[in-house]
């Protein structure tokens, strides 16, 4: 049991630094969003992707120390599972990185939906402005006394087509 145990505990410290990153690059792409700095954006997520693929990496090395552990005990594989079989010492490392293992985790869950939020409300007022540069509207007309829809038919030329 004490084999892997070590090794175990290193590949989820390497893993959650792996997190940490990831909760930096969330964070700045938070920064990079609410600044409309795109230039940055696209970095940040060039080294949020090159980090993803460690990640992988990184998960598949702790599955993998996961299934030699429960093979030297049980069929069992999972976290907590795990930490009961491994020496004392080794079990309260991995009672400390699994909480703030889930700390992190839940923060960069939290950073995560407000960057999706932020990219939502950004193409609303990019579709919106290009709505109002080419005339179009979702509706396509107004109301007219009788509650049917009058489409437009205008000919109007959009903004874009009218000279300066």
Do not use: W
């Amino acid at each position: 049991m004490d084999n892997h145990a070590a090794e175990l505990v290193l590949a989820v410290k390497g893993e959650m630094e792996i997190y940490i990153g990831l909760l930096q690059y969330a964070k700045q792409k938070k920064e990079a969003l609410v600044n409309n700095d795109l230039d940055e954006l696209n970095v940040i997520v060039k080294h949020e992707s090159e980090s993803l693929l460690r990640l992988k990496g990184a998960a598949a090395a702790r599955e993998t120390l996961f299934k030699k552990q429960a093979e030297e005990g049980s069929a069992r594989a999972d976290f907590d599972y795990i930490k009961e079989m491994l020496p004392q010492r080794e079990r309260s490392q991995m009672e400390e990185l699994g909480e703030r293992y889930r700390e992190i985790v839940q923060e960069l869950s939290l950073v995560n939906a407000l960057n999706q939020k932020l990219l939502q409300t950004q193409l609303q007022y990019t579709t919106f402005c290009l709505d109002l540069l080419t005339e179009t509207s979702p509706i396509g007309g107004t109301y007219c006394s009788t509650g049917q829809l009058r489409l437009n038919k205008s000919g109007k030329r959009t903004l874009i087509d009218k000279e300066a």
